[in-house]
């Protein structure tokens, strides 16, 4: 399995940036596939998630400004951020739960900082 995550940046508040995250290795489509962030000195948190089906579920604190969607024929999983805060700087991984080993399936993080 192999995740690979892309776009993140420095941007305004109130900008948008859209983090992709390449998948390989496993059958994409017939999984959900998440979104987490992790901010300095805080603990990692589930940002979106969206399921084999496309059912999304956010974080209140992303609800209308975030939107999670994926791309079966290119096995990539999106995150659209809109109207960014500086609350929402962190690291951003691509997860995975499987059903097989190995379960817990991470990408390597793409950095998001939201800053004047």
């Known amino acids: 399995v192999q995740l690979v995550e892309s776009g993140g940046g420095l941007v305004q508040p109130g900008g948008s940036l859209r983090l992709s995250c390449a998948a390989s290795?496993?059958?994409?489509?017939?999984?959900?596939m998440s979104w987490y962030r992790q901010a300095p000195g805080k603990e990692r948190e589930l940002v979106a998630r969206?399921?084999?089906?496309?059912?999304?579920t956010y974080a209140d604190s992303v609800k209308g400004r975030f939107t999670i969607s994926r791309d079966n024929a290119k096995k990539t999983v999106y995150l659209q951020m809109n109207s960014l805060k500086p609350e929402d700087t962190a690291v951003y991984y691509c997860?995975?739960?499987?059903?097989?080993?190995?379960?817990?399936?991470w990408g390597q993080g793409t950095q998001v900082t939201v800053s004047s």
């Open positions: 969206i399921s084999s089906s496309s059912s999304t």
């Open positions: 290795g496993f059958t994409f489509s017939s999984y959900a």
């Open positions: 997860y995975l739960l499987r059903r097989t080993r190995p379960y817990d399936n």
